[in-house]
């Protein structure tokens, strides 16, 4: 007969590892343990982005390829834009001048 695989098995070293990280999120939650590290995101101000390049929320939408509910939600901050489109609207704050140029050519 064939061998017979245990299919919760779980390496001990892999369990040791997951049990020690839930004892320090423990330790952490109850201030007991203060955290590797803390990561404090900034919100973006979608708003205020489309502003400084003096654009209206329709041809804003547009260029960077959202739609204008889509940004509407952003700049009320009902929603918050993701991955790349965190990434553009950090582009065209940082180099509003290019950016535009950028996006009004594509």
């Given at each position: 007969m064939g061998k017979k695989i245990q299919p919760n098995a779980v390496q001990p070293s892999v369990f040791e590892m997951?049990?020690?990280?839930?004892?320090q999120a423990r330790a952490i939650?109850?201030?007991?343990?203060a955290p590797g590290r803390v990561t404090k995101l900034e919100p973006i101000?979608?708003?205020?982005?489309?502003?400084?390049?003096?654009?209206?929320?329709?041809?804003?939408?547009a260029a960077i390829h959202v739609s204008k509910r889509t940004l509407q939600n952003w700049e009320?901050?009902?929603r918050s834009p993701t991955g790349p489109a965190i990434a553009l609207l950090r582009i065209v704050e940082r180099a509003p001048d290019l950016a535009v140029k950028v996006l009004q050519s594509a």
């Open positions: 997951l049990s020690e990280s839930l004892d939650r109850r201030g007991q343990l101000d979608v708003r205020a982005i489309r502003e400084r390049v003096q654009m209206s929320q329709a041809d804003f939408a009320q901050r009902h």
